[in-house]
């Protein structure tokens, strides 16, 4: 079965600094795989490699058997990849509709108009009501973005990827900044709006070890640039050399 994400061997360095060495991995269809790790480790090289950001030094990125290498976000987002850009951070002042609308338009390679002429698009209309409806934000369409929750912030983010229709999304600590309480309800609105949308695979980059271990299929460790493992959850968390290597002897770092 063709992987969804393959890399092979793939590096990054930056003159004599390598930030990423050797690291061959794969993401098949139905999993939600997590990439954890200490400060430094490479998650972000590798994740900026994987969503094309980056052209790596050594080896090759795949997505369904196509290379994919540095080719770009806006290019592998049409192949079908999208990865949560925190539109919100960029844009405050725009409403939660604008912020999801402007989404729905790079993906349908629509002419930029004036945002407020949007609105009078039937289709987008149609699709900005379909992607808040999965993520429970109906009722926040004409909130500016700065006057959301943080957890409905978080929710805007990925909504504004799953917008794009992507077969694959990465998620870069999509809770960060949410209260204990409400992580998991994040996750779980998350997981069900994937499955409503057809996503075939997850990427999760996360530091809570306890959400780790709550959804992931597999987690892809990295220490120092270098793959350290590639383990269901079972027996990654059973292995306290990985535990203190990867996290430290706290359950979160």
Known sequence: MTALFETTRLGK?????KALEDVTLAIHE???VSIVGPNGAGKT????????LMAPTAGDVRFL???VAGIGPVELADRGVA?????????PQLSVAETIAAAVVSRQKKRWRLLARLAGDAEISRRVAEVAEIFGLSSRLDTPSANLSQ??????DVASAFALDPQVILLDEPTSGVSTADKHGIMNTLIDAAK?????GIVLVEHDMD???????RIIALSEGRLLADLPPARFFADPHLIETVIGKRRHN
Do not use: C, D, P
Not at 13 to 17: D, E, H, I, K, P
Not at 83 to 91: G, K, P, S
Not at 196 to 200: E, L, Q, S
């Open 13 to 17: 360095s930056y003159g004599m600094l």
């Open 30 to 32: 139905g999993e939600l």
């Open 45 to 52: 090289t590798l994740v900026n490699l994987l969503t094309g």
């Open 65 to 67: 058997g196509e290379s």
């Open 83 to 91: 990865r949560a850009f925190q539109l919100i951070q960029i844009f």
């Open 151 to 156: 957890g409905e912030k978080k929710l805007l």
């Open 196 to 200: 409503a949308a057809g996503v075939k």
């Open 211 to 217: 959400l780790v271990a709550a959804y992931s299929h």
